[in-house]
């Protein structure tokens, strides 16, 4: 059982158990701030509408930043807040190696600014933002159906990615069929076992998909 602390008093939380895994509060909590950086690229369509140089840049540097940090990291050189919020963000898959996740999140918003218009960009980039968020926030706190068709993801899971991405894409298309088109392949994509990689894959199906419909 997990303590925590709010000043003097503490709280013992029970870990919950979800299709037979036990989620302590700490993992649930590893998840939120994960999700919550992810949640955050979904800024860039709105950067590029102002200036799409500037943000396709702006991504690059952030994408070697990171990467030189957490090589630092990685070796052993602690560095200030991005140590601490990598820490944060790991699951216990990411122990003793380089975390990926945030090289492949710029990377994918980036090709999908470079490769689409800026609307169909904005659909990929929503659905990586805010579908791929919310399904690995429901698939780890709430998933029990697991059939082998997810290759071990959870119905809720990809439930939570259909509803995001369809209604977050509908609210900057106004367009019900690419919302529909968003949703469905970003469920089929976020089901797939490509671990960090679906942060490239996922937005650039969505952005093939919308544009073949908008064509």
Known sequence: MEKLSLGKTAFFLPPVRVDGQTITFAEAKTEAVRKSLHFLIALSPGMAVIS????????????????LMEQLRFSGVKVPLVSTLTKMASRERDTGRFVFGPVTLGIGAMLALLLFPLPVASAGIFAL???????????????????????????????????????????????????????????????????????????????VAVQWVLA
């Open 52 to 67: 799409l140089p500037f943000t396709v840049v702006s991504l690059f540097a952030g994408v070697l930043a990171y990467t």
């Open 129 to 207: 933002a805010f579908g791929d968020g919310f399904a690995s926030l429901a698939g780890r706190l709430f998933g029990r159906i697991r059939p082998a068709f997810l290759f071990g993801k959870s119905v809720e899971g990809s439930t939570a990615c259909f509803i995001a991405t369809g209604l977050s894409v509908y609210l900057i298309s106004q367009n019900y069929m690419v919302a529909l088109t968003a949703a469905s392949v970003a469920t089929a994509v976020e089901a797939l076992p490509l671990e960090d990689y679906d942060n490239i894959v996922l937005p650039l199906a969505v952005g």
